[in-house]
C-alpha cells in the first residue's frame, strides 16, 4: 500500500452515518473527506425554513434503545444539540398516548444534531459523485461540479439505490455477491408537506400526531416543538399514499393532504411547500451493520438499511462501517 493512501478515506453522504463514521475515523489519525451533494449536512435530518417559519420535513423524532446511543444523545443533549422532546405523542384521534420512553429532538431542528457532528471535520457539500473508479488500489471520485478526489478507502452511505448508481457510474464493478446482496434492500417513498399558518393548529400538546397509517403517517406541529416561532405544521403521507401518488401534481397533493389532515391543521394555510422523499423508510434491509463489499482497497456500504433502521440504526451502521476499516472485531 502507497503511503499516500494509507488511512485516507473519502465518505459519500453527511447523514448520520457518514459523519460519525468520519468522526470514528478520524480520532483514530485518518484523514477523512465527506462529499455530500445537498446544500448543507444532515441528509434525512433535515430542516427548511421558509417565511418565518422552520420545518422539519424529514425525521421528526429519534428515540434511543442501546446503551451505546443513549450514551451519544447524553453527550449531543449536553452539547446543546439534542433535546427531549416528549416521552410519546397523541394517537390518530388526538388522544395522548404517553408510554414513559423519551423521544428528541434536535436543539434549534433536527439539522443541529448533524450540524454538531460535522465540526471539526471535512465536508464538502453541494459536491454530487457522479462518477466513482477504482485506479491502481486507489478510489477516485468525481463530482458534479468537476472537483476530483482520491483515497485508499470507500464508505458509500446514499441510500442503497442511489449508492448502486453512484458505484456503477464509472469503470469500477462491484463484486457479484456484494451486488446481489445490495438488490435486495428498498426503501417507501415519502410525500412530506411544510405548512405555515396564520394561527395555531389543532394538533395537541407536545405536537405530534402518530398515525402511523395510510393515507397519513404523522402531523407534527413545528411550534409545540419548540424549533419554529411562526404556527408550521408538517404532514408525513404514508408508505402506500406516497407510492400511489408520487408524481402527481404539487397542488393536487397540497390539497388532498391538507384535506386528509382536517381539524389538525386548525387555522388558515398561508404557504405551503412540498419534499418528495423518494428514500425514507426502509423496507427490505440488509441483515448486517455494514457491507464490505471488498477489503483492498477498501469499499464498505452502511447506513439505516444497515442492520436496524432510523436515526439510531444510521449512527449504529456509520460507526460499524469505521470499526471495519479500524479493524475492530
Ligand atoms: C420523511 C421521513 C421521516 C422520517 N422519520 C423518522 C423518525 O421520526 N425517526 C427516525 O429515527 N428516523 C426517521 N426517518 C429516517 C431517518 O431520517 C434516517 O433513517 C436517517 O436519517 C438516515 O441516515 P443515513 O446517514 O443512513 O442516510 P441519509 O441521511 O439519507 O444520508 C445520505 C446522504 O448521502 C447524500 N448523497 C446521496 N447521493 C449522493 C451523491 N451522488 N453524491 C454525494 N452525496 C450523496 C445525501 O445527500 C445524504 O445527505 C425519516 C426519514 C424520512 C425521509
Known amino acids: 500500500m502507497s503511503a499516500e493512501r494509507t488511512n485516507t478515506c473519502l465518505v459519500i453522504g453527511a447523514g448520520m452515518s ?41 425525521a421528526q423524532f429519534f428515540t434511543a434503545r442501546s446503551d451505546e ?7 449531543w443533549q449536553e452539547a446543546g444539540a439534542a433535546r427531549e422532546w416528549s416521552r410519546g405523542f397523541a394517537d390518530a384521534e388526538g388522544n395522548p398516548n404517553e408510554d414513559g420512553h423519551p423521544r428528541y429532538r434536535g436543539a434549534e431542528g433536527m439539522t443541529s ?19 466513482v473508479d477504482e485506479d491502481g488500489g486507489t478510489w477516485r471520485l468525481e463530482t458534479e461540479s468537476g472537483t476530483q478526489a482520491t483515497a485508499g478507502a470507500l464508505i458509500v452511505t446514499a441510500p442503497v439505490p442511489q449508492a448502486l448508481e453512484i458505484v456503477g457510474s464509472g469503470e469500477y464493478e462491484l463484486p457479484g455477491p456484494a451486488l446481489e446482496q445490495l438488490e435486495g434492500v428498498s426503501y417507501d417513498p415519502c410525500l412530506a408537506l411544510m405548512a405555515l399558518l396564520d394561527g395555531p393548529s389543532g394538533v395537541p400538546e407536545p405536537g405530534g400526531v402518530q398515525i402511523k397509517g395510510e393515507p397519513l403517517d404523522w402531523i407534527g406541529d413545528n411550534g409545540l416543538k419548540g424549533i419554529s416561532r411562526a404556527p408550521a405544521v408538517t404532514i408525513h403521507a404514508g408508505p402506500q399514499w406516497s407510492r400511489e401518488h408520487y408524481e402527481d401534481d404539487e397542488a393536487e397533493i397540497t390539497a388532498a393532504l391538507l384535506g386528509f389532515a382536517g381539524e389538525f391543521v386548525g387555522s388558515n394555510v398561508v404557504s405551503t411547500q412540498l419534499a418528495r422523499w423518494r428514500y425514507s423508510w426502509v423496507s427490505e434491509p440488509h441483515p448486517e451493520p455494514f457491507l464490505l463489499a471488498q477489503s483492498d482497497p477498501a469499499l464498505v456500504f452502511c447506513g439505516d438499511s444497515f442492520a436496524q433502521p432510523k436515526v ?18
Open 312 to 329: 439510531e440504526g444510521a449512527s449504529l451502521s456509520g460507526l460499524a462501517a469505521a470499526g471495519a476499516l479500524l479493524g475492530e472485531g
Open 69 to 75: 446511543f443513549k450514551g451519544m444523545v447524553a453527550d
Open 113 to 131: 444534531v448533524p450540524k454538531h457532528l460535522a465540526r471539526g471535520l471535512d465536508v464538502r457539500t453541494g459536491e454530487k459523485v457522479v462518477r
Open 18 to 58: 457518514g459523519l460519525l463514521a468520519a468522526n470514528k475515523l478520524q480520532e483514530a489519525g485518518w484523514a477523512v473527506t465527506i462529499l455530500d451533494k445537498g446544500r448543507g449536512v444532515g441528509g434525512r435530518m433535515a430542516t427548511r425554513r421558509f417565511d418565518g417559519a422552520s420545518f422539519d420535513h424529514g
